[in-house]
Each structure stands twice: as structure tokens, then as C-alpha cells.
T-cell receptor
């Protein structure tokens, strides 16, 4: 079974800091990578998608992909309390268990 | 408004009973998916369908069944063979049927066993 692994956390950062979320995957043939945010009791919503090695930036969010190391990460700059949620890494149709992030005011 | 709807929001199942969760989309998406989410375990793929009248098992299909008679609809039946059905069920769709397509999720259905 293809696996997607994330640190479950919780990860706690102060407001304004950078939050770093990590994900590894086992299927070397994977081509599509996604980060979703899920607030408690709600459904996941897409933050970023990335398909090529390197960095992809969208506002305060940067996704990083390294296919050789089978590693994908998400950086959140200037973290806000509203960023407090569970962040899910998805590789094709498979999801990790999620990392819970808390941003403290 | 375009989107994905799931009903009901909450569903209660008695022992030995089959229940059906509804998922409808008006986004004209080809592919649809069902996931189960348990606390601390992320999303696990139950079934997916890339085209009408065709569907494939995911990682945890045992005790579940689906149909895809219309492009817009992908209902999930939780059968009595599923011994631990209590979970948050999420339906998703994507524009195309390729794995690299972004999935968009419905609001989910919480299934509880009486």
C-alpha cells in the first residue's frame, strides 16, 4: 500500500513565526502533491498543489517538493491564529494523517 | 452555486442496517471519490469513480458499496458487513480522472451507530 507520512504534532508556533510542515511518501512514481487545510469538524480545503521539484509560492504559503528524497513540505510565513488547523498532505489520491498546527497570539 | 452536496449531515445506523450516504455535484466533474476519516488517521480512500458506470475499490472498500449511474451522483452504501462504521465520510470530485487532479470536498456526513 502506498503510504504518506506526516508528523502528527501538535505543532505550536507564536503569531508571526514561520510554521514548517513536512510529509514523506513511499511511491516514487507519484506525480501530484497537495496540501489541504482542515478546520475542526469541517471538510478539507485546498491550499497548494505542486507537481515539479522546487518551490511554489502563493501568498504566505510556500510548498517545496524534492522527488529524489520523496519529501514535500509546506511553509507558512507570518503565521496567524486563523491558521490554526490540521494540515493534510496528499499524494495523488492518498492522504497523510495530518499535522495539527496551533498559532498562539 | 456550483459545488458538492452531501446528505444527511448526521446519520444514525442501527445494528444490521444498511444506510446510504448521498453525494451530488454540479461542477461537471468526471471523477468522484469517497473517503472515511477517523480521529487522528487522516483520510482513507473507500471507492472512486473516473467515469459513469465504472468505479474502483480504494484501500478500505470492504463493507461498502457504490454506484455511478449519473455523472452528478455517487452514493455510498454502508452495509451491515461494515462492523465499525462510525466515522466522518467525505465525498470529493475532480475535473478529470487523472491522479494529479485537485479534489474538491463536500461538507461531509457523520455516521453514528445506535
Amino acid at each position: 500500500q502506498k503510504e504518506v507520512e506526516q508528523n502528527s504534532g501538535p505543532l505550536s508556533v507564536p503569531e508571526g513565526a514561520i510554521a514548517s510542515l513536512n510529509c514523506t511518501y513511499s511511491d516514487r512514481g507519484s506525480q501530484s502533491f497537495f496540501w489541504y487545510r482542515q478546520y475542526s469538524g469541517k471538510s478539507p480545503e485546498l491550499i497548494m498543489s505542486i507537481y515539479s521539484n522546487g518551490d511554489k509560492e502563493d501568498g504566505r504559503f510556500t510548498a517545496q517538493l524534492n522527488k529524489a528524497s520523496q519529501y514535500v513540505s509546506l511553509l507558512i510565513r507570518d503565521s496567524q491564529p486563523s491558521d490554526s488547523a490540521t494540515y493534510l498532505c496528499a499524494v495523488s489520491m492518498r492522504f497523510g494523517a495530518g499535522t495539527r498546527l496551533t498559532v498562539k497570539p | 452555486d456550483g459545488g458538492i452536496t452531501q446528505s444527511p449531515k448526521y446519520l444514525f445506523r442501527k445494528e444490521g442496517q444498511n444506510v446510504t450516504l448521498s453525494c451530488e455535484q454540479n461542477l461537471n466533474h468526471d471523477a468522484m471519490y469517497w473517503y472515511r476519516q477517523d480521529p487522528g488517521q487522516g483520510l482513507r480512500l473507500i471507492y472512486y469513480s473516473q467515469i459513469v458506470n465504472d468505479f474502483q475499490k480504494g484501500d478500505i472498500a470492504e463493507g461498502y458499496s457504490v454506484s455511478r449511474e449519473k455523472k452528478e451522483s455517487f452514493p455510498l452504501t454502508v452495509t451491515s458487513a461494515q462492523k465499525n462504521p462510525t466515522a466522518f465520510y467525505l465525498c470529493a470530485s475532480s475535473i478529470g480522472a487523472r491522479p494529479q487532479e485537485t479534489q474538491y470536498f463536500g461538507p461531509g456526513t457523520r455516521l453514528l451507530v445506535l
